[in-house]
């Protein structure tokens, strides 16, 4: 019994762990393409906010 549930740790940790990776990928990319677009024609306030939220959505998820 103990064995089963020391397995559905390691999955749930593992997809944890996959799902953090996932959403900093995201948040590293968007924050290239937001540093791209200021260099080109000035801030972006809606990648600005998609980004934050991909942020605020890591930090709670690594929390």
Sequence with gaps: M?????NV???LDFFEK???TRLLAD???FTD???QLDR???PSHELEKYVE???Y???RVAS
């Design 53 to 55: 939220s991909r942020v």
């Design 33 to 35: 393409q937001l540093s």
């Design 27 to 29: 948040v590293k990319y």
């Design 40 to 42: 080109v024609k000035g």
């Design 57 to 59: 959505d890591a930090n």
């Design 9 to 11: 740790y390691q999955h």
């Design 2 to 6: 103990v064995g089963k549930f020391k």
């Design 18 to 20: 996959d799902i953090q």
